[in-house]
Antibody
């Protein structure tokens, strides 16, 4: 299992950014996928998750209405579109795969190394 | 659901037992996982469903509890076990995932 995030960087408050997570080593379309973030020096915060088909997703209240998770199963890639960013969104963003296959949702088990998003003027 | 971990920091000598606690503000059945995170690394899943070890996790790690009170026990601490540990409560419907604030396990 390999997950590689990309797309992080510096963005101004109010701006947008799209993260990508390239997956390999497993049958991508049969697993729930997650985004989890970690602000500098802080704990972990679940952001969003999406089912294998891409037809169902949920969000933390802190990002609802601003972030959109999606996936392209033909490209084995997970995305997180982030709009209306604020300084509070500064964090390392991890993508993760569920422990179970067969489109069963449990918990994130395999994690990428993360992408740093810095929101600052 | 609020998840509270205790203590915030735990100092233990190598070879000794470490006991970390996680409390949920309401019953979550056995929907609890434990993660280990070392500096500069992604979290690593240790335990899910309160007591099931993830693949490849050494037997010295064990989880217990149900309802609102949960415990992660490391039976004999190795040098590589000193890290931050997070618990995660998960409710699949309606979807709700909440991490605890973490317990830092440090060498005494």
């Amino acid at each position: 299992v390999q997950l590689v995030e990309s797309g992080g960087g510096l963005v101004q408050p109010g701006g947008s950014l799209r993260l990508s997570c390239a997956a390999s080593g497993f049958t991508f379309n049969t697993y729930w996928m997650y985004w989890v973030r970690q602000a500098p020096g802080k704990g972990l915060e679940w952001v969003s998750h999406i089912n294998g088909e891409g037809s169902f997703s949920t969000y933390a209240d802190s990002v609802k209405g601003r972030f959109t998770v999606s996936r392209d199963n033909a490209k084995n890639t997970l995305y997180l579109q982030m709009n209306s960013l604020s300084v509070e969104d500064t964090a390392v963003y991890y993508c993760a795969r569920d422990i179970m296959g067969a489109d069963v949702v449990v918990v994130p088990a395999f994690w990428g190394q993360g992408a740093l998003v810095t929101v600052s003027s | 659901i609020v998840v509270t971990q205790s203590p915030a920091t735990l100092s233990v000598s190598p070879g000794e037992r470490a006991t970390l606690s996680c409390r949920a503000s309401q019953s979550i059945s056995s929907n609890l996982a434990w993660y280990q995170q070392k500096p500069g690394q992604a979290p690593r899943l240790l335990i899910y469903a309160a007591s099931t070890r993830a693949t490849g996790i050494p037997a010295r790690f064990s989880g217990s509890g149900s309802g609102t009170e949960f415990t992660l026990t490391i039976s004999s601490l190795q040098s590589e076990d000193f890290a931050v540990y997070y618990c995660l409560q998960y409710n699949n419907w309606p979807p709700d995932y909440t991490f605890g604030q973490g317990t830092k396990l440090e060498i005494k």
